[in-house]
């Protein structure tokens, strides 16, 4: 079973930026779908970006579109979220996740399988 580890979450004002990490405790390889959700209290869980590495697609949902970005460091096997111009509705925590079966990707969350424990994001006014 993989085992993602997610940080880089903060307490930051609106309109600043975090970079979001995960690391992985084994090489995932390019046909498997990763991504990110969150979760705020209360809220049903959403996936907020995906990256089918095999070919480079991207997939965000509307509420992040121009403020996230989702990327991968194939050579450290880093997945990242940079997330820009933070709103308060962004808090959440937010996992790191990885799909159930290669060659599936996109924004439905039943498409991940495994995700990590992780990392809370909460934004000010």
């Known amino acids: 079973q993989v085992q993602l580890v997610e940080s880089g979450g903060d307490s930051v004002q609106a309109g600043g930026s975090l970079r979001l990490s995960c690391t992985t405790s084994e090489y995932i390889a390019d046909t498997y779908c990763m991504g990110w959700f969150r979760q705020g209290d209360g809220k049903e869980r959403e996936v907020v970006a995906s990256l089918y590495p095999y070919n480079g697609d991207t997939y965000y949902a509307d509420s992040v579109k121009g403020r996230f970005t989702i990327s991968r460091d194939n050579a450290k096997n880093i997945l990242y979220l940079q997330i820009n111009n933070l709103k308060p509705e962004d808090t959440a925590m937010y996992y790191c996740?990885?799909?159930?079966?290669?060659?599936?990707?996109?924004?439905?969350?039943?498409?991940?399988?495994?995700w990590g424990q992780g990392t809370h994001v909460i934004v000010s006014s």
């Open positions: 996740a990885r799909g159930r079966k290669p060659g599936h990707c996109g924004l439905p969350i039943h498409i991940f399988g495994s």
